[in-house]
């Protein structure tokens, strides 16, 4: 079966402590860039702890961090979001 989904739409993921740490940092990285506290350092999460967001997002955010053997920056299941 095949389904089509754009990266633009949202998905929802479980991040990992690895996971939690990479968005920190690179929330840091941007707030610096820009001189100014604009990014929240913590992912909002809902009540079952996952973390919303557009696909190539997280696939920007996480691209240098997963490979094979990696400590995963989050769980593998995901939740496609229409």
Do not use: R
Request: hydrophobic share 40%; proline share 4%.
């Amino acid at each position: 079966m095949e389904i089509k989904f754009n990266i633009n739409n949202y998905v929802k993921v479980k991040l990992t402590d690895v996971g939690k740490q990479i968005y920190s940092n690179g929330q840091k990285k941007l707030n610096q860039f820009y001189g100014k506290y604009i990014f929240e350092l913590e992912p909002e999460l809902d009540t079952e702890g996952y973390w919303k967001e557009q696909l190539w997002v997280i696939m920007a955010m996480f691209s240098d961090s997963i490979f094979n053997g990696c400590d995963i920056p989050f769980e593998t299941e995901i939740i496609l979001l229409p």
